[in-house]
């Protein structure tokens, strides 16, 4: 008889622009790697040849209508579900995603002002697959823009005026505070080692858990 393969575990990391977020998954997954965990690492839009077609097309064209944004947002999400993630964790492997439905329901719901309770219909409906973990990087928004100043070609969101930042980061809190199981909230202005430490002691102890 075949050993049976345990799940493998979901870990998403969220946070504003310029939170520290995508810098922190490339530390936890360059630990990973030289512990020699299976893993694969990933992102919203974008973690499928269809979604990297995607993700052009949600950041950098022209206008879009905020309902048109919020379903082209799922569309990628659902064909990262089946194609990548969830063959994934049925391998066994430990799944890193820069961004998941937490950022719809901040992004599109409170920046947009489209509410949640829409991305939590579709959410719903086409993915239903809730993390095991959310790293949430806390950051003001000036701060974390700021971080953003010097980079070229900054993208449509990242364009966004103050307030919808401001929103952005209210909901990501307030999700938090609602979902203490699942959340780690840390303060995305700590120095990143600190940061990277914590974060590593969480897996190792979650990893442990199971």
Same mark, same amino acid.
């Given at each position: 008889?075949?050993?049976?393969?345990?799940?493998?575990?979901?870990?998403?990391?969220?946070?504003?622009?310029?939170?520290?977020?995508?810098?922190?998954?490339?530390?936890?997954? *360059?630990?990973?790697?030289?512990?020699?965990?299976?893993?694969?690492?990933?992102?919203?839009?974008?973690?499928?040849?269809?979604?990297?077609?995607?993700?052009?097309?949600?950041?950098?064209?022209?206008?879009?209508?905020?309902?048109?944004?919020?379903?082209?947002?799922?569309?990628?999400?659902?064909?990262?579900?089946?194609?990548?993630?969830?063959?994934?964790?049925?391998?066994?492997?430990?799944?890193?995603?820069?961004?998941?439905?937490?950022?719809?329901?901040?992004?599109?719901?409170?920046?947009?002002?489209?509410?949640?309770?829409?991305?939590?219909?579709?959410?719903?409906?086409?993915?239903?697959?809730?993390?095991?973990?959310?790293?949430?990087?806390?950051?003001?928004?000036?701060?974390?823009?700021?971080?953003?100043?010097?980079?070229?070609?900054?993208?449509?969101?990242?364009?966004?005026?103050?307030?919808?930042?401001? *929103?952005?980061?209210?909901?990501?809190?307030? *999700?938090?505070?609602?979902?203490?199981?699942?959340?780690?909230?840390?303060?995305?202005?700590?120095?990143?080692?600190?940061?990277?430490?914590?974060?590593?002691?969480?897996?190792?102890?979650?990893?442990?858990?199971?």
């Amino acid at each position: 008889m075949t050993a049976r393969r345990h799940r493998g575990l979901f870990v998403t990391f969220e946070g504003t622009e310029g939170s520290g977020k995508s810098t922190q998954l490339r530390l936890l997954a *360059r630990r990973l790697r030289r512990r020699g965990v299976p893993l694969l690492v990933t992102r919203q839009p974008g973690g499928t040849p269809a979604g990297a077609r995607l993700r052009r097309l949600l950041l950098h064209a022209g206008a879009l209508d905020p309902r048109a944004e919020l379903l082209l947002m799922f569309a990628d999400r659902r064909q990262h579900l089946t194609e990548s993630i969830e063959p994934a964790l049925a391998s066994g492997l430990v799944v890193l995603c820069d961004r998941y439905t937490d950022a719809s329901r901040a992004y599109q719901g409170a920046g947009r002002r489209l509410g949640e309770e829409l991305v939590d219909l579709l959410h719903a409906r086409f993915c239903a697959l809730e993390p095991d973990r959310t790293y949430l990087f806390d950051c003001p928004p000036r701060i974390g823009l700021a971080r953003l100043a010097a980079r070229a070609g900054k993208d449509r969101i990242e364009r966004e005026a103050l307030a919808f930042h401001r *929103r952005v980061r209210a909901a990501y809190l307030d *999700r938090a505070r609602r979902e203490p199981g699942r959340f780690v909230v840390l303060d995305g202005t700590r120095p990143p080692g600190e940061l990277a430490s914590t974060v590593a002691a969480d897996l190792d102890a979650l990893l442990a858990s199971r």
